[in-house]
Each structure stands twice: as C-alpha cells, then as structure tokens.
C-alpha cells in the first residue's frame, strides 16, 4: 500500500467531463490499496476570467484581495472533484489551503510555503477517505489567504507529498513526460524515463515548461520522487529523481530553448569597479530578473555589458538604464529581441570535457553565430539569432545522440 | 460616530459596476466618519452557475461539498469589493465566514449560526478600515465550510451586527422597504416607516419577501434595529424595531399572500386520538413542512383533516400520506394546487376585537369563498380560490385603511 500524491492542472479538471476523468482515475488507485491525496488547480480558464474581473476595475488590484479572489478558483475543483468521487461511491473530502493548512509567508501573489501542516489529511486518509486538496493557496501566520502564483500547484504537491512522507508524487500534464527536447520543434525528440532533479532544475529554468521550478527545488529538497504523466493515458511518465550512477553516462539529456528573452548592450562604459554593480542594482530594484550577462573590455579602456531580460520587460528595462547610462557616459545603448537561448543540459558534463568545445562546433558548422554564452556544471547555454532557433535545437539533438532509445556514451 | 452593518443582495452587486456603485455608498458613510461592515451576497446568478455545475454531476451532491463549492460565490464579491474600495482611496479589508469566525452547526447547506467572533473585524474598524464581510457563509467547529441556505446573507448580516453591537442593520434591496401589499398586485400599498419585528415575522412566514424570517428573529433577539431600504436611491426606507404603544394604534400593518401551497383533504377517517399524529408524524419525517390545518367531525363519527403543504412537496405529500390513509381507512384524499392564502398582519388585533370577523366579512361581501382559516395573535390567514387573490388583497387594503398616510385607528 502506498501513498501517493497526484496533481492534475487546470487542463485535466477543464470542464466536469475532464474533472470525471481524473475521478475515474483517483478511484482505480483508491481502488487497489492506495492511500491518494489529489492536487489540483483552477479549472483552465477560470483564473482568467477572474483576473480580467479585476483587472476592469483596476490595473494594480490589491494583492491581498487578489489572492482571496483567485483561491476560489480551486476551492470550486476540489468542491467538483470530491463531489463527482463521492457519487461514484468512493469516500472523498476536500481541503482548501487554509484548512489544510499550507503555511506560507505573506508575499501575497508569489507567497513561499514554509509549512505543510498534515493532521487532517493523515486522518481523513485513515478513514480510508482520498484527500481532494486545492492546489496553488496556503494561508499565512495571521490566516490571510496567500497564493502561490502561477504553476504554484506542482510545487503545492511536492510541499504535501514531503510532508506527508508520500512515496511519489506524479504530475499530470498533457504531454507524455520530459522529452530530451520539444517534440513541436524537434521530430526526433524522445521522452525521458527518468533525469535528475539538477537536470530537470537546468531545463526548466532554460524554457522547458513541465515543471515549476520550485517544485523540483522542493522535490530535491526533500527527496520527493516525482512522476510526471500525462492525464490522457496511461502510460509510464518521466521519474525526476535523485541522481544516479548511470546518468552520469550520459553527457547530455536534454536540449532547452527561449524565445522570449531580449538581448541588451550597453557599450563604451568607462571600465572601473562598481559600474556593473549599479546597472544592475537599478534593474534588480525595478524586480526585472538579468540572465545571461557578458563583459567584455574593449578598446581604449572602455567596457561593453551584454545582458539579456525577460521581453516584457524590455521596454522597463531600457526606461531604468538610460539614466545609469548617461550617469556612466556609456557611448550607446542597443537592443534586439530577435534572439534565442539555446541550452544543452546533462549531469555527465561534470565528468566529460569537451561538451562545450563540441556544442559550439557544431552550431557554427551549421553557420549559426554565437551571440552570448553562459555555462554552469551541468548547462551550456548560447544565444543565437532566433531564426536559427530550429536548425540549432536539431543539429545539437542529433550531434548528442539524443534521438536513441540507448544513452548516448561517447 | 455610528457602527453599522449594511447588507448588499446579488442584484446590488450583480457586476463590476454595480458593485462600483455599493462601494461608492460605502465610501460616502466612510467619510462621515462611521465605521461601516459590508455584507454581501454572491452575484446574482453565479450560485445558480454553481449549483448547475454541481447538479450535471448529480442530482444529489454531497452536502459538505456544496457548501465548500457555494462558498466561493461571497468570496468572489468580497475581493472584487475590497479591490474596488482599495482603488478608490478607501482602506478596506475583506473577511470570509471562516475568516470572521462566524461559527455555526454542522448542518450543511442549511446550518444555523451559534456564535460569532468580532476580534478580526473589530481590529479591522480600529485601523478606520471598512470590513467587507462574505454573507451566507459558516464554519463548524471542526473548520468545514458551511452555509446558511438561500437568504442566509440577510442572517449573516444581523448577527454580525448583533455581535458587534451595531447601532443598525441597513439591509439593501432592490425595493425601497417593507410595503403594506405587494406593490405589483395593489397600487394603493404604501410604504410603512416602520414595523415591528412581530409583525415582520408573520408577513415574511406568510410570503412577504422582503427580508428572511429568521434574520428577523435574530434581529428581535438581540434588539437590532434593522432598516430596509433601496441600493438604487437614497431614500429612508422600513425600520423593522421593537414595538412601540404608537404600533398598537394600527390594527393591521400589512397584507400578504402566498399562492404556493396546495390544500390537501384526507377524509371520512375514523374521529379517534392518534389519527393526526400519524398523518402528521408520516410528512415529518419527509421533512415536509404543513402550514395550515383543519380538522372537523362530519357524520358518522368519522373526521376530515385539511391541511396545505408547499406545491413543490405536493406529490411527495400524495405519496407518503396514500399508505398512511389506507391503513386508516380513509375514503378520500384530495388535493388542490388553485389555492392562496390571504393574510393579515398587525400588532393592534391584540387590544382590538372583531378584526378577523371583519376581514371575513370584507371577503363574503365580494363572493369569496373562505377554504380555511388560521389565526395567531397579531394575524389572521384565511385559504381561498387562487383567483381571488388580487381581488382578496385590494378589498382588504382598502377596508382597513392601509393606503393612507396616517395610521388607521378605529
């Protein structure tokens, strides 16, 4: 008998057909011994429509309300889902984030769970009853509703299923598991049947959209094994799981890309310590996230920084360096969105050199130019012009020997 | 500086805009200085969105479910409000029934309030914020989400008030107060300024919709004074009060009538102890609820009982009472769904005598057959054929003087 976590997102509970799949589902679990508490998020669309509700009224709508209107959202799912289980005759009962309780901190919005409490869960899965729990809300110290922010719901799972001990935690999503790239993009891509939380950590922060973040953060954390699946059939997922002996055999596993990064100069800065500390404190006060970044020194003791933003946020961007600019006498400042990150990721790049040299040789046998680069252990990642964006994701798929049902040892 | 407690329905703040226009009201008796609780209801329509979604599952969910389902409707209303009065300058504060606590039973759907906590609203006013409060919504004791049935709001909105201390109760409707006859039926019917929560009680348990009998029973309780007027105007509408001597002045404050009940007539039973106990002890336990009841002996020692029942349990009642009637040997049940019943109201039939020969004077005059009768001290029903009923409520109206200004002493 295990314990097992599911979560289910807002496609997979979209409408009450959809919410009668998952509960067929839960119930074939419940079914053979199981112990099983359901995540899930607002029915798709419905957290829409309450924010253009609120945004009619206003562009800054209090935080603090917002969240206490946005919670509704799972509050009606977990209401749907324990009242379609129960008319199948399978014991349920739900929980909101503030019954559970899901501790968080106060940053309404964007709020980080610091505690999961368990007493009513553990009791209604010993009345042999399936916990149904809205995903995506907590509640902070003083019982203000707080959420998660968007995509909150995996990491709500992960939080429960590591404070319940669970032996899994499985995602339901609408693709088959994490693929070693995008299938849309890539004919050849293959899913994974298992990657490292590191990895997973790597692509997900480099544009693969299956996982949140901080939910793998918290997988790792607290050694959750994560299961991710599709909702639509029943085929085996991808395990994100603690690192093993044999993923260090494959050099690379996954090839991430973004299209929605910015790339921006400012060049002929006078080169002296503390110029890059003000560029970028004035960016980080204004809360726009800098990824990659390049200095470079040119001639005559002049500086060029290269730094790519959210596209969002380009336009803020160049509103809060022009000032710094002219502070610093910088001789331009320049902009292009026409730009793509392309990112190679493996735990086997810690133990095999030459991954890098390779990624850019084979990008420039393809006569695509390498604008920025940006590595850590187990990423490369290069910025190209987006037009090339395909060819790249393609030709590096096929160099590392991704395609293969076997690892591609070299 | 007042404390009041002002209850909005779903038709107040049935969108963006209108809830615009509640904010602005509250905004108003901010400004002079009050301390102002909001109270208010889903929007109109979206229970029923919700309870269409809940009853394509089954006819039947689950009541702790729906109540967790419904409960999202207030909490939708409470944070759009609070938004709106936030972007107006107006610090406000939204709380929900779990939130308050306003703790009640456990009996979903329909719980009654036991008790409720002011310490959060109390705070909330103490920083001259406005509270804004879900209406119709609960929590037990355990921390399930409850809700207190249709019209619940208008109950939140007293009780809170009545914990609180408040110095009113402002019940906001779409109709300007509580009037001597539906408007619609009498054009002569004129609004009262104010009424006794007796009087109040008997109109509404006999079909004046204005405000939920037991809001009114909490009401006179705790002695809120409770004022009934439109969100549209501002107009001073009905003050629902404690009885006063200038009430017992007016014989009859009101005329109301309800069309939807039906007669049912089991007849030739044995006349024998025990026999209406069981009819009775039978609808009971269907939870139907019988409203007047006639008993008479004819010949033969045998007995006929009348009773009226609401149409929508017409066919239930028919079911439960044939096995019950045969065992007693009955000769016939009958039943008539062409019925109203007529009712006067008034504090002042308690020191006045021949009030209800007069009204069954008043009927037999215009040929209206009388079907039935009931009494209680400051009322008198009487049952008569449905299409007298327009007929029924103008003579009255005009025989004890209802559409004058000035009260109408004998």
Not at 17 to 34: P, Q, Y
Not at 202 to 224: N, P
Request: net charge negative; charged share 25%; hydrophobic share 40%.
């Amino acid at each position: 008998m295990a314990l097992v976590v599911q979560k289910y997102g807002g496609t997979s509970v979209g409408d009450v057909e959809r919410i009668a799949n998952v509960a067929r589902r839960v119930a074939k679990r419940h079914a053979e011994g199981d112990n099983v508490v359901v995540v899930v998020s607002a029915m798709s669309g419905h957290t829409d429509n309450l924010i253009n509700m609120a945004n009619s009224i206003t562009e800054r709508p209090e935080p603090r309300e917002m969240d206490v209107l946005m919670s509704t959202g799972e509050q009606v799912t977990i209401a749907l889902l324990a009242i379609t289980l129960r008319n199948m005759g399978i014991p349920a009962r739900s929980f909101t984030g503030s019954q559970i309780k899901v501790v968080t901190d106060s940053a309404h919005t964007r709020a980080r769970i610091s505690d999961v409490e368990t007493g009513g869960i553990k009791g209604t899965l010993a009345n042999g009853e399936v916990a149904v729990v809205a995903g995506f809300q907590g509640v902070d110290p003083s019982g203000n509703i707080t959420t998660l922010g968007r995509g909150g719901s995996d990491t709500s799972a992960v939080a429960i299923a590591a404070a319940l001990g669970a032996d899994s935690c499985e995602i339901y999503t609408d693709v088959d598991g994490v693929y070693t790239t995008d299938p849309n993009l890539c004919p050849k891509a293959r899913k994974l049947d298992k990657i490292s939380y590191d990895e997973m950590l790597e692509l997900a922060s480099v544009g693969a959209k299956v996982l949140q973040i901080r939910s793998v953060e918290f997988a790792k954390k607290y050694g959750v094994p994560i299961h991710v699946r599709s909702s639509f059939n029943e085929n085996e997922g991808t395990w994100v799981v603690e690192e093993d002996d044999s993923m260090e055999q494959v050099i690379v596993s996954g090839i991430a890309y973004d299209r929605k990064e910015a790339k921006v100069s400012v060049k002929g800065v006078p080169d002296k310590p503390g110029i890059v500390a003000k560029i970028f404190g004035a960016l980080s006060e204004e809360n726009i996230v800098v990824d990659v970044i390049v200095q470079d020194i040119g001639e005559g003791g002049k500086a060029s920084l290269t730094f790519t933003v959210p596209q969002t946020d380009l336009s803020k961007t160049l509103d809060v360096i022009k000032p710094v600019a002219d502070e610093l006498e910088a001789e331009e400042i320049s902009a292009n969105k026409e730009i793509a990150k392309i990112s190679i990721v493996g735990v086997g790049m810690r133990s095999h050199a030459g991954v890098a040299a390779k990624m850019f040789k084979v990008l420039a046998a393809e006569g695509v130019n390498i604008l920025m680069i940006s590595t850590s252990e187990i990423k490369v990642s290069c910025v190209i012009e987006e037009k090339y964006t395909e060819l790249a994701v393609r030709v590096l798929h096929d160099a590392f020997g991704l395609e293969g049902p076997a690892p591609n040892i070299e």
